[in-house]
Structures are given as structure tokens and as C-alpha cells.
């Protein structure tokens, strides 16, 4: 049984301009122990999905219109909200991006910890100091007596998420979801903050859900890749999968389009043309049908369902799916 | 010789720049409490018609840098020759024509465009500004030109920049650097802040310019992958100092240098494949403070190959292989 299940989750923005759907319908699951990936540009609807989970979307002017949320065995989106506060922080774990502005910054270190465990744990104050220290051990921060007494600007942007990290992992969560955890750090840094959240979730068997818009991170690390494009999952499948023989003409130019570290020169980039649709005016066909270099007419009418297409568990939201394959891929 | 020289008459060479901030206190009694030294002793050719790349992390310096060499600071101390003047220590009055030649192009398309000016007016000021096309029917022409040089539309000479998406205000930027048909463009995270499927067209469209309008171009970029790319050469910086020095391809297939070396690693590749073979240590410990550097050699405290001289001995660039620059006394 899957730890999580989204199921077909949908969440509007009302604005002035018009109702937003920044997520369209998605579903997808994640095992126990298991990294996923969340893939997409701006506007795709990765961080609004994530929030969703949490139920952490402001209303108004958003709204969880529609879908179910089952982790381990109960759906979230039901849940009162006194209940669903004893799943935050304590079951689920979250890792923002920007840790400055995610850590309060009048409360000291130690004090944002174990205000963590003396809320769901219901822990006395020696208790938790003894598992604040162990917990700044434990994602690698030395001298934690002290550390623990400091405030979030004394520290150092890849320090903070690290903090971030001992808050997510303080009650011994089953999931965490971390959005965008190290888009905000240079990139020496980002490595240490990745290898610890990989070698920490291995350890303690923790699931994760890593939302990010870089393609390298998630080569990396994920065991399952999600592609988003205007508010849905247009690919699914495992990493090697998705790199090596995606199914989505998204998919497909988005792996062409970035220039990469490890090859010579290439003559020219292969951008994808046009712009990123306007989520208040997304017509009745496929959202990415303007910028598809493989379109039919199909495309305009109606939408493609995810359907399996390509290695075992892959699956992609795309009439001519079974027409693309590892030759458009392997151009990248 | 010093590692800077490079053929004959460069474009650029930045001899000795030393750019520090000072750092005072108290409002009466000004007391001078050290410096920032952003930075520290460089020296930089660039010739005509290459593209150089700068690289680094945060606070290594390559933004002062390039603000030194559009003389938005002035440095400390050092010279900037351009075309043989050095315009270190011209007066305003020179520097007007210096600024025809030398154009810029910044990172974030959302506050580098005035939200009240019209995009005919922004690509316009320029040439009102220097007095250059007096006559407003020709300034108009030249703004449509600029436009679709750009890839724009001359029609959103009418549009406000909030119209716009931002890879298409990072045109607008681009136009705007172009406008005095400068010889000299310095690119600071031009393309950092866009979406992947943006960036990629942003990148061809500096390099299609660079060809066509003969540009030389100071990359200044924290994505190694962008910067393999689209340059010629690459300087690596670290606090505030020129770390390492080569050809694109050599420092990228055969970085010797060991911070070029774990900054590499950093970075992941976008294939799965890749990443499983990849061995990776990520560097330890994080950028010391350029108020108060290490001796020595900077990178000493993170370095693993350091040994006692390191922490005594500033090590100057040597050319270890052809054109290929280190400072660092330990490899060879």
C-alpha cells in the first residue's frame, strides 16, 4: 500500500483576471521510503500541489475544489482542522525554500525545535533540549549548545536549511516534502543540503517529495519523476525512464533545451518556442499544443489523458505518445 | 608576464583590481572597523569579439567585478584599460562616451525596467540620453528595429513591461543594452532568473547578436552549464580573487584547480546514468567572510589537498598548461 495517493487533485485561484486552475487534476503516489520528484517551470502548479497536500493553500482566494489526499489510510482533505495540525510537523514534514523567511526570525534556534516536539510530542523541557542537540548532530551542525541559543541572521543561508531540516525531522515524520530546498543556496552548498536529505531519508526511511525546476537535482536523486506543465502531470515514470526515453513532447524538449555541464559545446541550444500559457484562458485542448512541435488536430479539441506509454509504470498525457519514443529522447 | 596577457591589444585588461568596501560605525565618531575586499587583486584580458565567462559563488566578487568595469564603482586600486585608456580613474565627463560603448544587461527583468515607462520610451532614453538619432521619428524606427532584432514584436513599443512575460522583458533588456550599438556587453545572471524553457531562447538570441553585431560579451553567471556553453573562456573566482583561468573546454574537461574541481562536482547532470557513476564528495564547510579572509591561500580551510604552505602562502596564477591558469601551490 502506497504511504500517499493523490487522487485526481484539483485547486483554484480566484483573481481579478479570472479563476486560476494552478492544479488541474493530478494523481500520483508515493511509496514508503521513496523519493519523488516533482518537476516544472513557474506556474506549472508543483508548489501549489505540494501546499495542497497540506492544505496550506490561503482562502481565499484559493480553494481545494475537488480530489482526495489518502496517507496511510485516511484522507487528509476530510480531516478537521485541529486533526489535520497534529499531521503537520509531526507526520508530515516540510522544507520551504526560503529559509529566512520560513524560520521566525525572534525565536531562537532551540526554541523553533522544540516548540515542534512540545507540541505533538507533548515532551518535557529537558526532553526536548536533549533532542534538539541530537537533531543538530544529526544534520551535521557542530557546537550545537550554542548554535541552539543563536537566531535564524546569525546563521548562514545553508546553516538555516539545515535547521529546516532538523524541524522537519523532529517528530519523526513517515513523509516530508521539501519546495524548492536549495534553489535559494550557491551550489556547493546545495550539495551538502541534497547529499544530507538523501542520506537522511535513507536512513530513517522517510519518504520525500522534492519539488524543483532543476533537471540536474533531480537525475540525482529521485527514484520517480512527475513532469507538471499548466496544472497537470504530464509524464510519470522513473528517472531513468523519463531521461532516457521520454514520452512527452514537454518532456522531450525541456531535456533538449538546457545546455549541460558534462558535454563540449553544441552548436545550438533547442529551445522550446513561444511562451508559457496563461492559466486564466487554457482552451479546451491540450495546454501545451501551441508550443508542440508534434501536434495533430486532435489536440485542439480535446484533452489527453495520463496513459501508459513507454517502460513499465511510465505514463504520458499525450495523443501520439506511442508515435514518440527513445529517438526524439536521445537527442537531447 | 602576468597570467592575464594574451595575444596582442586586448578589448579589456584589468590589472591589479581591488575593489573594498569599508565597513564604519557610529554616526559622529566615524570609526573604520575593516574592509570588505569584494574584490582582491585581479587581473583579466578580454579580447575582441570573445565571449569571457566569470564564475563563482555568492560574494566571490564577479558582480563588483563587473560593476567595476561599467565604472558603477570605483575601485580601490588596479587599472581598467579599455582600448588602452584606463577608465579607473576617468572624470564624468569621459565616461559619458565610455558608456556608449560599454552596456550592461541585468539579471532580473522585473526591476531592471522601469514599471512606468513605456518599452518605447525605456529603449528610447538611451538615445535621448547621449543625444544620438535627435529627430523622434527616427528614434521611433530605431526602437522597432530593436524590437525585432530581439525577437519582439514592434508593436510592444505600446506595452508596459507588467504586459509582458519575463523572458520577453529580458528582451527588452537586451534591447535597451543595444540601443547605443555598443562594442562591449556585460551580462550579469542575464539569463539566470528565467524558466529553463526560456533560458534556452534567451541564450541563442545573445549568441545569434554576438554574431551578428560582432559583441564581446563578460558573462558574469553562477550556472557552470550556461557558461560551458556560451563562452570562449572562463575565470573561476573565489572571495574576491581569480582562482582559476583557461579556455572553456579545457576548464571543464580538465579543471586542476580543487575549488574548479568541487564546484564541478556539484552540479548535477541531467541523466540518471551519469549521476549513478558519478562519485561525489561534497566540498566541506561553507565561504569564509571577505572582511577578514584566511592567509594564505583563501581556499586553504576547505581544501582537500591542502598542506602547511597553504595557510602562509598566497599562491599567484601559474600557467601550468597552455593557457591554462591556477593559483595553487600544491597541484602541478
Given amino acids: ?332 | 608576464m602576468s597570467a592575464a596577457t594574451n595575444g596582442a591589444s586586448p578589448l579589456l585588461e584589468v590589472r591589479g583590481l581591488r575593489m573594498h568596501f569599508p565597513i564604519n560605525e557610529g554616526l559622529i565618531a566615524r570609526r573604520h572597523l575593516g574592509d570588505v575586499k569584494a574584490v582582491d587583486g585581479v587581473d583579466l584580458t578580454i579580447q575582441h569579439g570573445e565571449t569571457m565567462g566569470l564564475v563563482g559563488e555568492s560574494g566571490c566578487g564577479k558582480t563588483t567585478m563587473g560593476r567595476c568595469i561599467l565604472r558603477l564603482e570605483r575601485p580601490t586600486a588596479g587599472e581598467i584599460l579599455y582600448n588602452g585608456v584606463d577608465i579607473a580613474s576617468l572624470d564624468r565627463k569621459s565616461l559619458m562616451s565610455l558608456r556608449r560603448r560599454i552596456q550592461v544587461i541585468f539579471q532580473d527583468p522585473y526591476s531592471s525596467l522601469n514599471p512606468r515607462m513605456k518599452v518605447g520610451s525605456i529603449l528610447s532614453e538611451p538615445m535621448r540620453v547621449h543625444g544620438i538619432e535627435a529627430d523622434a521619428t527616427r528614434r521611433a524606427a530605431r526602437v522597432r528595429e530593436l524590437l525585432s532584432l530581439c525577437g519582439l514584436n514592434p508593436n510592444f513599443a505600446d506595452r508596459y513591461p507588467h504586459e509582458m512575460s519575463g523572458g520577453q522583458r529580458q528582451r527588452v533588456g537586451i534591447a535597451r543594452a543595444l540601443a547605443l550599438e555598443p562594442e562591449f556587453i556585460v551580462c550579469d545572471e542575464a539569463v539566470s532568473a528565467l524558466d529553463v524553457s526560456i533560458q534556452a531562447q534567451i541564450i541563442n538570441l545573445l549568441e545569434d547578436l554576438r554574431d551578428k553585431l560582432n559583441l564581446t560579451y563578460l558573462f558574469i553567471a553562477h550556472d557552470l552549464s550556461v557558461v560551458r556553453h556560451l563562452c570562449q573562456r572562463v575565470a573561476v573566482m573565489y572571495l574576491g580573487r581569480v582562482v582559476e583561468l583557461a579556455s572553456c573546454d579545457e576548464l571543464f574537461d580538465n579543471p586542476l584547480h580543487p575549488y574548479t574541481r568541487a564546484l564541478l562536482a556539484a552540479v548535477p547532470v541531467p541523466d540518471p546514468t551519469v549521476e549513478a557513476g558519478r562519485k561525489f564528495q561534497p566540498l566541506i564547510g561553507e565561504v569564509p567572510s571577505p572582511i577578514n579572509p584566511p592567509p594564505g591561500c583563501v581556499f586553504h580551510p576547505r581544501c582537500p589537498i591542502a598542506v602547511s604552505e597553504c595557510t602562509q602562502i598566497r599562491p599567484e596564477l601559474r600557467e601550468l598548461r597552455p593557457n591554462h591558469w591556477v593559483a595553487c601551490g600544491v597541484v602541478a
Fill in chain 1, 1 to 332: 500500500m502506497p504511504l500517499l495517493e493523490v487522487r485526481n487533485l484539483n485547486t483554484e485561484f480566484r483573481t481579478g483576471a479570472g479563476v486560476v486552475r494552478a492544479v488541474d487534476g493530478i494523481s500520483y503516489t508515493v511509496e514508503p521510503g521513496e523519493t519523488v520528484a516533482i518537476v516544472g517551470e513557474s506556474g506549472s502548479g508543483k508548489s501549489v500541489g505540494a501546499l495542497s497536500l497540506l492544505r496550506l493553500i490561503p482562502n481565499p482566494p484559493g480553494q481545494i475544489t475537488a480530489g482526495e489526499v489518502i496517507f496511510a489510510g485516511r484522507d487528509l482533505l476530510q480531516l478537521t482542522e485541529e486533526e489535520m495540525r497534529e499531521i503537520r510537523g509531526s507526520e508530515i514534514g516540510m522544507v520551504f525554500q526560503e529559509p529566512m523567511t520560513s524560520l521566525n526570525p525572534v525565536l531562537t534556534i532551540g526554541r523553533q525545535i522544540t516548540e515542534t516536539l512540545e507540541q505533538h510530542h507533548h515532551a518535557d523541557r529537558a526532553e526536548c533540549d536533549r533532542r534538539a542537540n541530537e537533531l543538530l548532530g544529526l544534520v551535521g551542525i557542530a557546537d550545537a549548545g550554542r548554535r541552539l541559543k543563536q537566531y535564524p541572521h546569525q546563521l548562514s543561508g545553508g546553516m538555516r536549511q539545515r535547521i529546516m531540516i532538523a524541524i522537519a525531522l523532529a517528530c519523526g515524520p513517515k513523509l516530508i516534502i521539501a519546495d524548492e530546498p536549495t534553489t535559494a543556496l550557491d551550489v556547493t552548498i546545495q550539495a551538502q543540503i541534497l547529499e544530507l536529505m538523501q542520506r537522511l531519508t535513507q536512513q530513517l526511511g522517510v519518504a520525500l517529495i522534492i519539488i524543483t525546476h532543476n533537471l540536474g537535482v533531480v537525475a540525482r536523486y529521485a527514484d520517480r519523476v512527475n513532469v507538471m506543465y499548466a496544472g497537470r502531470i504530464v509524464e510519470s515514470g522513473t528517472a531513468e525512464a523519463i531521461y532516457h526515453d521520454p514520452h512527452h513532447p514537454y518532456t522531450i524538449a525541456l531535456l533538449r533545451s538546457v545546455p549541460r555541464l558534462d558535454r563540449p559545446r553544441q552548436a545550438r541550444l533547442d529551445p522550446i518556442e513561444g511562451q508559457p500559457p496563461d492559466l486564466t484562458r487554457l482552451g479546451a485542448g491540450c495546454s501545451f499544443r501551441p508550443r508542440c512541435r508534434f501536434a495533430i488536430d486532435i489536440c485542439a479539441t480535446s484533452r489527453p489523458p495520463l496513459e501508459p506509454a513507454g517502460a513499465p509504470g511510465q505514463a504520458s498525457a499525450c495523443f501520439r505518445r506511442n508515435d514518440l519514443g527513445t529517438s526524439e529522447g536521445r537527442a537531447a
